[in-house]
């Protein structure tokens, strides 16, 4: 069974960073694409960063500069860094890993940036 776990999230003062983490256990997980989405309360979700399995990244326009999506295979692990935090980028962040039809959700992780 495939598990995908998110941690990291916790309250940040504006300027400050976090670095979440989203690990995956029971699959291959260096053949999945994985994504970083965040919904803020009364906001859709929307996508903040993704990194395939080749290592190719994209970001949203309004954190890039500032989050830096990265994964290491050998510890089945994809990270987000958040630079620069901002009152706007609170949110529950959540990854999924995906690969053809294939998709797997964390539980998300709650972040704050608040003074």
């Known amino acids: 069974q495939v598990q995908v776990v998110e941690s990291g999230g916790g309250l940040v003062q504006p300027g400050g960073s976090l670095r979440l983490s989203c690990a995956a256990s029971g699959t291959i997980f260096r053949l999945y694409a994985v994504d970083w989405y965040r919904q803020a309360p009364g906001k859709q979700r929307e996508l903040v960063a993704g990194?395939?399995?080749?290592?190719?990244?994209n970001y949203a326009g309004s954190v890039k500069g500032r989050f830096t999506i990265s994964r290491d295979n050998a510890k089945s692990t994809v990270y987000l860094q958040m630079n620069s935090l901002k009152p706007e980028d609170t949110a529950v962040y959540s990854c999924n890993a995906r690969r053809a039809t294939l998709k797997y959700w964390g539980q998300g992780t709650q972040v704050t940036v608040s003074s």
């Open positions: 990194i395939t399995s080749g290592g190719n990244t």
